[in-house]
């Protein structure tokens, strides 16, 4: 009788063990080299072209973000905003070096991929700071393997400046960069109790994002090659370049 209680009792063990190594195998994450580019397309959400990245919706979030009371439930219960996983990574070089190479903590945000015939542009925000509603928003163009082709700084919601964009059909960006104007001096009194009251525009200017960026050597691994994100201001003609 005690040897038939035993082996059911080892029996029933292997089974849950079994089923544990099962479950834990089926829900392990997924390491860098598991996940595909199919799965990365996902994680962004569908939207059509053009589209626009406006100043007005930039400028509200940000100050939604500076006046919110963080101590009160309610803001502690609000949904957070979904972050990139760092294993998609590998599928925006660039992106990848500034998350090996830079001290601070990153947090990338998919807001859209945008689809054309040959190519997909996917826009995301990074943010460095402590406070949400600071970040850089950059288009990546891929073709529709996975290689990257360029990627570009098209919106901002910084101290300094706010840039909107609107995308067209054709992948060209049209940007507005715009001053914030700050209830109180931000250099002075930084974002605490402080919030923009209004925007004034400094300059306008018409990126390719089919154009592509130029690739570097990381100068902390000459094996590493990573597409940077190119300056606003840099010449993306000949004759530009010969200019500067």
Same mark, same amino acid.
């Given at each position: 009788?005690?040897?038939?209680?035993?082996?059911?009792?080892?029996?029933?063990?292997?089974?849950?063990?079994?089923?544990?190594?099962?479950?834990?195998?089926?829900?392990?994450?997924?390491?860098?080299?598991?996940?595909?580019?199919?799965?990365?397309?996902?994680?962004?959400?569908?939207?059509?072209? &053009?589209?626009?990245?406006?100043?007005?919706?930039?400028?509200?979030?940000?100050?939604?973000?500076?006046?919110?009371?963080?101590?009160?439930?309610?803001?502690?219960?609000?949904?957070? &905003?979904?972050?990139?996983?760092?294993?998609?990574?590998?599928?925006?070089?660039?992106?990848?070096?500034?998350?090996?190479?830079?001290?601070?903590?990153?947090?990338?945000?998919?807001?859209?991929?945008?689809?054309?015939?040959?190519?997909?542009?996917?826009?995301?925000?990074?943010?460095?700071?402590?406070?949400?509603?600071?970040?850089?928003?950059?288009?990546?163009?891929?073709?529709?393997?996975?290689?990257?082709?360029?990627?570009?700084?098209?919106?901002?919601?910084?101290?300094?400046?706010?840039?909107?964009?609107?995308?067209?059909?054709?992948?060209?960006?049209?940007?507005?960069?715009?001053?914030?104007?700050?209830?109180?001096?931000?250099?002075?009194?930084?974002?605490?109790?402080?919030?923009?009251?209004?925007?004034?525009?400094?300059?306008?200017?018409?990126?390719?994002?089919?154009? &592509?960026?130029?690739?570097?050597?990381?100068?902390?691994?000459?094996?590493?090659?990573?597409? &940077?994100?190119?300056?606003?201001?840099?010449?993306?003609?000949?004759?530009?370049?010969?200019?500067?």
């Amino acid at each position: 009788m005690k040897k038939t209680t035993i082996l059911s009792i080892l029996g029933l063990t292997m089974v849950a063990a079994v089923f544990l190594t099962a479950f834990s195998v089926k829900n392990a994450p997924q390491s860098d080299t598991d996940v595909t580019f199919e799965q990365f397309i996902m994680q962004f959400p569908a939207k059509s072209l &053009p589209y626009t990245l406006d100043e007005d919706s930039l400028v509200a979030a940000l100050n939604k973000s500076l006046t919110a009371d963080r101590s009160q439930a309610s803001y502690r219960s609000l949904e957070q &905003p979904k972050k990139l996983k760092h294993q998609y990574f590998k599928f925006l070089p660039n992106l990848s070096g500034e998350s090996s190479f830079n001290r601070l903590p990153i947090a990338v945000e998919p807001i859209a991929i945008l689809a054309t015939a040959d190519n997909f542009a996917v826009l995301y925000s990074i943010n460095r700071s402590f406070s949400a509603g600071f970040r850089t928003y950059n288009i990546a163009v891929l073709n529709k393997k996975g290689k990257q082709i360029s990627c570009n700084v098209v919106g901002s919601v910084l101290p300094q400046n706010i840039i909107s964009c609107t995308v067209s059909a054709e992948l060209m960006a049209e940007l507005k960069t715009w001053k914030p104007i700050w209830k109180l001096d931000f250099d002075e009194n930084g974002s605490v109790d402080n919030m923009i009251t209004d925007i004034s525009l400094v300059e306008s200017q018409t990126v390719n994002l089919m154009a &592509p960026t130029p690739e570097f050597v990381s100068p902390y691994s000459k094996r590493e090659r990573i597409a &940077p994100i190119v300056p606003l201001d840099a010449p993306t003609t000949e004759a530009g370049i010969k200019s500067k």
